[in-house]
């Protein structure tokens, strides 16, 4: 699947990979992995050598979310200190429970795991992390990967090394258990588009589905994106229409969606109506 997301940057759409999507837009390889991205994320960028402030290339990277204004904030690296802890801990349980006989044999169970503790739509902007990925790949001549080149001149002792593949794979296979959750919100949600989106930034639900049909009411968009972030935390309620619609009643509620005038809310049977001829679930 096709893992890159349009953000709106100062309305201009700019390409960004979901934090989540990394190791595998990788294939798990050398620094990717969550631990070690996180790892990255939190290490100082500068470093005071002699009273000078030396570049860390191999730290410099950066991690990005909107703030409630939709503009991009970078995120400080003492915010990832926590995580890399999570993520620690996690390794440790499931290396614990392994059995003497079967080593990594949690792993699979790990990389599913860590993954799914990285934070919800948190990202890297999609050229600065080429760049970065690129920058740091070892040379590392016992590999199988790395090019070795003989020197035109036979008395030269060296031949020319080629650093690792720095390819990235922007439509890797997603295991099914995150496929769904490696970005939160619909994609377009935050594309920029020739009207403007920057009112919808941080509202989700005011996106409408392309499948859907034309909404009789501009509401009936918030009700149907509520009604299926319910229905992916209980499917029981697509045959229980009355108990999601008092459910969707409650979240658009605490969305702020109410009726013309702004003062009264729209109730559960009325709600049923935006469901009507689309697919929740």
């Known amino acids: 699947m096709q893992v890159t997301i349009d953000i709106d940057d100062g309305g201009k759409a700019r390409k960004a990979l979901p934090i989540r999507a990394i190791p595998y837009v ?9 631990d070690d991205i996180v790892q990255t994320l939190a290490a100082p960028k500068i470093k005071k050598y002699y009273g000078l402030a030396i570049r860390l290339r191999h730290n410099e990277l950066f991690a990005y979310q909107k703030d409630a204004q939709g503009k991009c ?3 400080p690296p003492s ?3 926590p995580i890399a802890d999570t993520l620690k801990s996690l390794a440790t349980k499931l290396q614990a429970d392994e059995r003497e006989d079967a080593e990594d044999e949690n792993r699979a169970t790990w990389k599913i795991k860590a993954v799914l503790e990285l934070p919800d739509n ?3 902007w999609l050229d600065e992390f080429q760049h970065w990925y690129s920058s740091t790949r070892p040379i590392d001549p016992e590999s199988a990967d790395v090019e070795h080149v003989a020197p035109e001149d036979e008395d030269e002792d060296a031949g020319r090394l080629t650093k690792l593949d720095d390819t990235l794979c922007l439509s890797p296979l997603i295991p099914s258990e995150i496929e769904n959750k490696l970005w939160r919100y619909p994609k377009d949600f935050v594309a920029a588009t020739p009207d403007g989106l920057h009112e919808h930034i941080g509202k989700p639900w005011l996106v409408a589905s392309p499948n859907d049909p034309t909404p009789d009411f501009p509401w009936y968009t918030p009700a149907r ?8 935390d209980d499917s029981t309620l697509l045959t229980k229409r009355k108990l999601l619609s008092e459910k969707v009643e409650q979240s658009m509620k605490n969305a702020g969606i109410k009726k013309r005038g702004g003062k009264k809310p729209h109730s559960a049977t009325t709600i049923l109506k935006a469901f009507a001829n689309v697919t929740l679930g």
Request: with cysteine; net charge negative.
């Open 73 to 75: 904030e970078q995120i």
């Open 26 to 34: 990788c294939a798990w390889s050398y620094d990717a992995a969550p």
């Open 79 to 81: 915010q990832w200190e």
């Open 122 to 124: 948190v990202f890297i």
């Open 225 to 232: 994106y509520f009604a299926r972030q319910l229905v992916k």
